[in-house]
């Protein structure tokens, strides 16, 4: 969940409110098991052999780099306001439903800002190029797009709102 420091980040209201709350989850429990772990692990002895203990301020290292990155995603989101979004052309946060129209095959896919991308499960950032290509453009519409293959030429059949679930890990 790298991000650059003033660059602002697209984020649906969902994504916004997991992120706080993985925010507040390593604060206020991940921080505190770690920190027991690492009192428990200097309770073993020597430290520089100490495998428990390394560990530990690993973990320990990897949750404030987690904090971090969380606080900055914060900080520079820019939160998609679902009331203002038309509904009837692709837009940030919406689900198309296109159509290869030479191969006739479909994809749903979601547009979401780059940090909540995830494309093995057709969540697709507004930067990539499909995601380009259908962006601002309404039901029916054609769209080209270059991928490595070449051109492809999708239609856009459907555009509707989904709900996306956020695991805690």
Same mark, same amino acid.
């Given at each position: 969940?790298?991000?650059?420091?003033?660059?602002?980040? /697209?984020?649906?209201?969902?994504?916004?409110?997991?992120? %706080?709350?993985?925010?507040?989850?390593?604060?206020?429990?991940?921080?505190?098991?770690?920190?027991?772990?690492?009192?428990?692990?200097?309770?073993?002895?020597?430290?520089?052999?100490n495998a428990e203990y390394?560990?530990?301020?690993?973990?320990?290292?990897?949750?404030?780099?987690?904090?971090?990155?969380?606080?900055?995603?914060?900080?520079?989101?820019?939160?998609?306001?679902?009331?203002?979004?038309?509904?009837?052309?692709?837009?940030?946060?919406?689900?198309?439903?296109?159509?290869? /129209?030479?191969?006739?095959?479909?994809f749903e896919m979601t547009?979401?800002?780059?940090?909540?991308?995830? *494309?093995?499960?057709?969540?697709?950032?507004?930067?990539? *190029?499909?995601?380009?290509?259908?962006?601002?453009?309404?039901?029916?519409?054609?769209v080209e797009v270059e991928? *490595?293959?070449?051109?492809?030429?999708?239609?856009?059949?459907?555009?509707?709102?989904?709900?996306? %679930?956020?695991?805690?890990?």
């Amino acid at each position: 969940m790298a991000t650059s420091q003033g660059k602002e980040i /697209i984020l649906t209201r969902e994504a916004f409110e997991n992120c %706080q709350k993985k925010l507040d989850y390593f604060k206020t429990h991940h921080r505190k098991a770690v920190a027991e772990r690492i009192k428990l692990a200097k309770e073993f002895g020597d430290l520089s052999e100490n495998a428990e203990y390394e560990d530990a301020k690993n973990e320990q290292a990897f949750i404030e780099g987690e904090i971090l990155n969380l606080e900055n995603t914060i900080r520079y989101a820019k939160v998609i306001d679902e009331k203002e979004v038309i509904r009837d052309i692709v837009n940030l946060g919406l689900t198309a439903c296109i159509r290869d /129209i030479e191969t006739d095959e479909t994809f749903e896919m979601t547009i979401v800002g780059s940090l909540e991308s995830d *494309p093995s499960n057709g969540y697709i950032s507004n930067e990539s *190029p499909i995601g380009k290509a259908i962006l601002g453009r309404a039901l029916g519409e054609e769209v080209e797009v270059e991928v *490595p293959n070449g051109k492809v030429i999708y239609k856009i059949e459907k555009i509707y709102q989904k709900q996306k %679930q956020f695991d805690m890990a």
